[in-house]
């Protein structure tokens, strides 16, 4: 049964901020993370009649996202005619030291913590989800843009302590919110 | 001149609490939450959660979407939802 709708006028304001998390860590450049965008969101639009509603609009949009960024990945690698690995199996004294040199690196606690920070971002994204519009965009400004409160507050048209007071209702969502789904 | 009021109470000292963390609080802010903390179990748990999180948000090292690229995007929805409807 189809329980989740469609609305691509709303896709920018509501997954925006997620897809380029998602993409930006995977492509690590921000011109191609925001083409990828551009073209998921393209490609929605076209299959839109296959939108069952079984999966929520932003699980479907990651679908297409990661079928893109894949077909990214494809395209860089065929233009490069063969893929850059070079491990060296026999090489005199050194012989059986390949595995630990070639492969240890991937899986150091840098790759793992970068791994964990980007699991940890979308967390704090999917809860900015469930929280107030408004407020959500207002805390992303100032929490994740660094935003002056000045500007904030012309920009919305709220006086610092509306901002205060939402900000803090933020806050005290997110915490809890990640408090379930996060710790 | 007015002297500042000395004991705060619990919704100013988390207001005090949510400024301290983005370095907004004034000096008068930072004590009067120090004050208030000394003496209140419920916000010191506040206080830590809030410090917390932020210490959280840091390290996922979030990144928005510019207006500008995010009007981009709005404006190609737009023009392609356009042209399906008049097709």
Same mark, same amino acid.
């Given at each position: 049964?189809?329980?989740?709708?469609?609305?691509?006028?709303?896709?920018?304001?509501?997954?925006?901020?997620?897809?380029?998390?998602?993409?930006?860590?995977?492509?690590?450049?921000?011109?191609?993370?925001?083409?990828?965008?551009?073209?998921?969101?393209?490609?929605?639009?076209?299959?839109?009649?296959?939108?069952?509603?079984?999966?929520?609009?932003?699980?479907?949009?990651?679908?297409?996202?990661?079928?893109?960024?894949?077909?990214?990945?494809?395209?860089?690698?065929?233009?490069?005619?063969?893929?850059?690995?070079?491990?060296?199996?026999?090489?005199?004294?050194?012989?059986?030291?390949?595995?630990?040199?070639?492969?240890?690196?991937?899986?150091?606690?840098?790759?793992?913590?970068?791994?964990?920070?980007?699991?940890?971002?979308?967390?704090?994204?999917?809860?900015?989800?469930?929280?107030?519009?408004?407020?959500?965009?207002?805390?992303?400004?100032?929490?994740?843009?660094?935003?002056?409160?000045?500007?904030?507050?012309?920009?919305?048209?709220?006086?610092?302590?509306?901002?205060?007071?939402?900000?803090?209702?933020?806050?005290?969502?997110?915490?809890?919110?990640?408090?379930?789904?996060?710790? | 001149?007015?002297?500042?009021?000395?004991?705060?109470?619990?919704?100013?000292?988390?207001?005090?609490?949510?400024?301290?963390?983005?370095?907004?609080?004034? !000096?008068?802010?930072?004590?009067?939450?120090? %004050?208030?903390?000394? #003496? +209140?179990? *419920?916000?010191?748990?506040?206080? =830590?959660?809030?410090?917390?999180?932020?210490?959280?948000?840091? !390290?996922?090292?979030?990144?928005?979407?510019? %207006?500008?690229?995010? #009007? +981009?995007? *709005?404006?190609?929805?737009?023009? =392609?939802?356009?042209?399906?409807?008049?097709?």
């Amino acid at each position: 049964m189809s329980t989740h709708t469609i609305d691509p006028t709303k896709w920018v304001d509501k997954y925006s901020d997620y897809l380029f998390n998602y993409t930006i860590v995977r492509v690590n450049d921000r011109e191609i993370a925001n083409d990828l965008i551009s073209e998921t969101f393209l490609a929605g639009l076209k299959s839109m009649e296959n939108f069952k509603g079984e999966a929520s609009e932003r699980t479907w949009l990651i679908s297409i996202l990661k079928r893109k960024i894949i077909d990214h990945y494809r395209k860089m690698n065929s233009k490069k005619g063969q893929a850059e690995v070079h491990i060296n199996y026999r090489d005199g004294e050194n012989d059986g030291d390949w595995l630990e040199e070639q492969v240890a690196d991937q899986f150091d606690k840098t790759a793992e913590d970068d791994m964990e920070n980007t699991e940890l971002g979308m967390a704090i994204l999917d809860c900015l989800e469930k929280i107030n519009s408004k407020h959500a965009e207002i805390f992303k400004m100032k929490t994740i843009d660094g935003v002056d409160t000045e500007v904030i507050c012309k920009e919305f048209d709220i006086t610092p302590s509306n901002l205060w007071v939402i900000i803090h209702r933020a806050r005290t969502a997110l915490a809890a919110c990640l408090e379930q789904n996060w710790f | 001149m007015q002297e500042e009021k000395k004991y705060i109470d619990c919704d100013k000292a988390e207001c005090c609490c949510d400024k301290g963390q983005y370095k907004e609080a004034d !000096k008068i802010e930072k004590l009067q939450l120090l %004050e208030h903390l000394a #003496e +209140c179990p *419920r916000c010191r748990e506040y206080s =830590e959660k809030n410090t917390r999180l932020t210490e959280l948000i840091e !390290k996922a090292k979030l990144k928005c979407c510019s %207006e500008d690229e995010k #009007e +981009c995007w *709005r404006n190609a929805i737009e023009e =392609e939802l356009k042209k399906s409807h008049s097709e």
